[in-house]
């Protein structure tokens, strides 16, 4: 029997996930054992969708606007999905859903990979879930003590989601409207967590702060906000980073393999993005 994956979300014809994951079934000799596949599902439909897997599917990758959803839908929630508030993971394994959240583990990985073992202080653009992925991620590195960590949002009416995560991991983290984001640059790292575009304008403010930047948008690569840091010889991390590491975590969680095959992902998932950006020129 076949065992079966997918990335499920909306939109998701975009979404590199079967690129990496068939990468990782090549080089591990499952390719003809494994496959893994893209549904668009909304959240309306995961629940149907779940009810639908059989004994042949090992697991599910999960994008928005599915991730918090998925937690009331699995069997166990692990950590750090519950603190999280939402799970990019669904393991089938004896009969049951297990829920986790691998966004955070890809951060970390990312991170240090570029040199940033540590961090003391960061400011994080935007307040949704992959913020909330972000701060769980910050804490892992360092940023445990009160105020370490400043989370600016457009409208400040609209940060429940990460306040209500920052409660459940004990953080205390200051919020801040993002129009004064140049008082909030004196620190290690600046996370940006909004989608592609939005940070454009803050480009030249941030690289002029002196601090690492990490962007979690993977393409178009370099964003303004990427390019303006490594002309400033900022440290940059890109979401691509983020996106392979934790689709290592996966196909790990997934297949049971104690490692995934980094490197053959990185260069699949390289050589397809640059693939798209020729067909898109």
Known sequence: MVKRAAVLGSPIAHSLSPVLHTAAYAELGLAGEWEYQRHECAEPGLAAFLDGCDASWAGL???????????????????????????????????????????????????????????????????????????????????????????????????????????????????????????????????STVPAGAADPLAATVAAGGAAVFDVVYAPWPTPLAAAAEDAGRTVVGGFEMLLHQAAVQVELMTGVPRAPVEAMRAAGAAELRRRATASA
Do not use: Q
């Open 61 to 191: 990758s999960l994008t928005m606007p599915l991730k918090r959803a998925a937690l009331s839908l699995a069997d166990t929630v692990h950590e750090p999905a519950a603190a999280v508030g939402g799970a990019n993971t669904i393991v089938f394994r004896g009969g049951r859903r297990h829920a986790h959240n691998t966004d955070v583990a890809g951060i970390v990985a990312a991170l240090r990979e570029a040199g940033i073992g540590r961090v003391r202080t960061a400011t994080v653009i935007g307040a949704g879930a992959t913020a909330a992925s972000a701060l769980a991620a910050l804490r892992e590195l360092g940023a445990t003590e009160p105020h370490a960590v400043t989370a600016l949002a457009r409208y400040l009416g609209r940060t429940a989601e990460l306040s209500a995560a920052a409660e459940r991991m004990s953080a205390v983290v200051d919020f801040a409207p993002l129009s004064g984001i140049e008082r909030h640059l004196d620190v290690d790292l600046v996370v």
